[in-house]
T-cell receptor, first 114, second 114 residues
């Protein structure tokens, strides 16, 4: 089975701290994504990457950056956390060659910024 | 810009009845729509995909329809069970990015009463 693993399920950080959210997938997928999920707003795309060292902005990239140094790992970075970044963060990957185009999601990282 | 909307935030039904969830999109027709299930505190899990040239798709007790005239997809769960209680998300491929990134609706929370 495809596995997408997010390193932290729950984090509590203080305003202004730097936050790293790590995501690893074991299926050699080229494309990886970071979404955040908030009540009533659904999943919103922050950044995605279609290859090592490649990245593209999604709908809400402000306040975030990403890193893709290895194919299996995609990191989301909050340079200076703010309270409005309190959210559930979901990492996903996809095999672009697969017909169904389904996303495989991690379990999520719930971040609280105080 | 393309939007995808799930009109009902929540739906309560009795066990054994058919649940019907709605997904509407604006502007251009997506090449396909996907449906995901999400349990509380977990990442979404892919259920079904339906292509624009398909009117209907079935998988066990699940049925999805795609009406490009109405710009709508309906998701049905027949003979519903309390274990079907979850949030259901519809999603479509984002044509604007040229990459396989998905745009999601905000979800419908289904509660099946025993």
């Amino acid at each position: 089975d495809v596995k997408v693993t997010q390193s932290s399920r729950y984090l509590v950080k203080r305003t202004g701290e730097k936050v790293f959210l790590e995501c690893v997938q074991d299926m050699d997928h080229e494309n990886m994504f970071w979404y955040r999920q908030d009540p009533g707003l659904g999943l919103r795309l922050i950044y995605f990457s279609y290859d090592v060292k490649m990245k593209e902005k999604g709908d809400i990239p402000e306040g975030y950056s990403v890193s893709r140094e290895k194919k299996e790992r995609f990191s989301l970075i909050l340079e200076s956390a703010s309270t409005n970044q309190t959210s559930m963060y979901l990492c996903a990957s996809i095999d672009p060659g697969k017909n169904t185009g389904e996303l495989f999601f991690g379990e999520g990282s719930r971040l609280t910024v105080l | 810009s393309q939007k995808i909307e799930q009109n009902s935030e929540a739906l309560n039904i009795q066990e054994g009845k058919t649940a019907t969830l709605t997904c509407n999109y604006t502007n251009y027709s997506p090449a396909y729509l996907q449906w995901y299930r999400q349990d509380p505190g977990r990442g979404p899990v892919f259920l079904l995909l339906i292509r624009e040239n398909e009117k209907e798709k079935r998988k066990e007790r699940l049925k999805v329809t795609f009406d490009t005239t109405l710009k709508q997809s309906l998701f049905h769960i027949t003979a519903s069970q309390p274990a079907d209680s979850a949030t259901y998300l519809c999603a479509q491929i984002r044509v604007d990015t040229g990459r396989r990134a998905l745009t999601f609706g905000s979800g419908t929370r289904l509660q099946v009463q025993p």
